[in-house]
């Protein structure tokens, strides 16, 4: 047997019935009629991944995995758990993404498979792993969904741990709004054992404005190994304007709705001569109201239970009935820093008011401020309480 026929045994051999197998060239390579085995030729499609490697990656990274040369068969990135992470595949099956959040502390698998053009097949293979928090930090929203609230509502966020990196977490945060609405967020000091951030208007709110709030914090990094436990949001309403005017040397506090007046009720503010006690100036905002309220001090040896109150300030400042001082209310201010009106004035008002309505205390020799409570943005002037913003620049 000459050499040409035993190469071509040699090549039938290896082909067998099939004709083909899987990864073998059988062809005449240099012409001389002589079948030749040539190497398996390799796939031509290759397969990246985002991120690729490296440290463990926030569970909201912008994961993931690409083809080139070819397209994706069959993707999977699963969890220790066993049950696969929801995924789409783009429809040119180049590339496939997480369609839901990953979970923190967790070590993913990649698997699958790629193939090009003429059914060679590389595999889809890998690790991920995600950052495990050393502190998770919980956020709340002040206003709950479908609240209907004041003209000069704030958004406040309370965090339950202090933010470091507090650029990172405005970036998450989002206000839409029904009517076009100048805003900024600021950052006021710790509170409730951690950071705080309010958003405020640059004037009051146009009354029927729709307003939603969206934080996406789950998953951002808030510096020294805390991350953000869950996205919160909120979607509320701003309802009819509400001013009341409050002019300590008036004696009289003025109800504004919709621009006109609709009531003046004789009131006594706090003490003049007495700097704690009197009713500090600046723009207080409605919180809260109770029927009865216990108001008591030890400074000054009071324990009593008053009606119809409504709190403008978080520093003890309230709008309520009070029976002992109606004699003088309208002509003189006697009290604690509260402001005192007749028992029928004061619900009559308590009835009118509403969360996040402004109160514009004038006329006093002190004035609100960061040591008086959790709501006195309204005391700072635009251009200042936009520097409050960690993205000021």
Known sequence: MGVRRLLLTIAVALVGGAGVVTGVNVEDADGDGVPTILAPRPARVTVSYQPSGGPPVSPTAQIRITASGGELRDVALTPPSGVPVKGTLAPDRRSWAPAEPLRYSTTYTWSGTAADAEGKTVPVAGKLVTVSPSRLVRATVNIGDGRTVGVAAPVQIQF???????????????????????????????????????WRTKDYWKPGTKVVVSAKLFGVGYGSGSYGAADVSSTFAIGRSQITKADVTSHQLVVIRGGQQVASYPASYGLDSDPNR???????????????????????????????A????????????????????????????????STADAKAYYDSAMYGDPVEVTGSGVKLSARDGDIWVWTMDWATWRRLSALAG
């Open 310 to 341: 409504v709190r403008m300030s978080n520093n003890g400042e309230f709008i309520h009935a009070n029976p002992q001082t109606t004699g003088v209310q309208g002509s003189s201010n006697v009290s604690h820093g509260c402001v005192n009106l």
């Open 160 to 198: 339950s741990g202090h933010i470091t990196d507090r650029a990172a977490v405005e970036r998450a945060l989002t206000v839409n709004t029904s009517v076009p609405t100048e805003g900024s967020w600021g950052w006021l000091q710790d509170e409730s054992g951690g950071s705080r951030v309010h």
């Open 278 to 308: 009197n009713t500090r100036s600046g723009v207080h905002v409605i919180t809260e109201k109770f029927t009865d309220k216990r108001m008591r001090s030890e400074q000054y040896g009071y324990d009593v239970m008053e009606k119809w």
